[in-house]
């Protein structure tokens, strides 16, 4: 079964543009979460989709969006970049069933903001 | 606050020897926790779970202990492989914060052989 692809795997964008990175999860997971991952703050979590919703969001401004389609991909974008927005995103999918569930990630897309 | 806490930045250890990885957490409501690994230039490879109403959960070489009262966790790797240099991570969640999971800033093994 293939993994979680992430494309691109490294971007390089003008702070003020905007930027949309997507995530095919694993076949059969219906569940997408989104991290970002700095070296000051480590992984924190973005935002959760399941079945086409946002069911979780996490603590990033509104400029931070994102969407899932109906084959569960999921795409994540991120308006007027700031320099502080340079992070590796990555997401991850899972097959949630009842009560809580493993999530596997992607290998994620490094994004720098210069 | 760091409401996931892994107070040691590095560990090194022996090849055959165990490895324990600790980790604490602040907030009650925590139920379900998970450990992931990490190799450069990779995603988090998942490695094992356990949920609050065990106090044990082995998987192989990987065991992970949960002290609720302790709100304290440990993974502990027997024996440890040089191939299990990577940096650890573990991550908690509860039933409302669904796959909102928190986590630690890291650990980093080293296995020497």
């Known amino acids: 079964k293939a993994g979680v692809t992430q494309t691109p795997r490294y971007l390089i964008k003008t702070r003020g543009q905007q930027v949309t990175l997507s995530c095919s999860p694993i076949s059969g997971h219906r569940s997408v979460s989104w991290y970002q991952q700095t070296p000051g703050q480590g992984l924190q979590f973005l935002f959760e989709y399941f079945s086409e919703t946002q069911r979780n969001k996490g603590n990033f401004p509104g400029r931070f969006s994102g969407r899932q389609f109906s084959n569960s991909r999921s795409e994540m974008n991120v308006s007027t970049l700031e320099l502080g927005d340079s992070a590796l995103y990555l997401c991850a999918s899972s097959n949630p069933g009842q009560g809580y569930y493993e999530q596997y990630f992607g290998p994620g897309t490094r994004l720098t903001v210069t | 606050d760091q409401q996931v806490k892994q107070n040691s930045p590095s560990l090194s250890v022996q090849e055959g020897r165990i490895s324990i990885l600790n980790c604490d957490y602040t907030?009650?409501?925590?139920?379900?926790f998970l450990w992931y690994k990490k190799y450069p230039a990779e995603g988090p490879t998942f490695l094992i779970s356990?949920?609050?109403?065990?106090d044990k959960n082995e998987d192989g070489r990987f065991t992970v202990f949960l002290n609720k009262s302790a709100k304290h966790l440990s993974l502990h790797i027997v024996p440890s492989q040089p191939g299990d240099s990577a940096v650890y991570f573990c991550?908690?969640?509860?039933?409302?914060?669904?796959?909102?999971?928190?986590f630690g800033p890291g650990t980093r093994l080293s296995v020497l052989p």
């Open positions: 991550a908690a969640s509860a039933v409302n914060y669904g796959q909102n999971f928190v």
């Open positions: 356990i949920s609050s109403i065990k």
């Open positions: 907030n009650s409501m925590f139920d379900y």
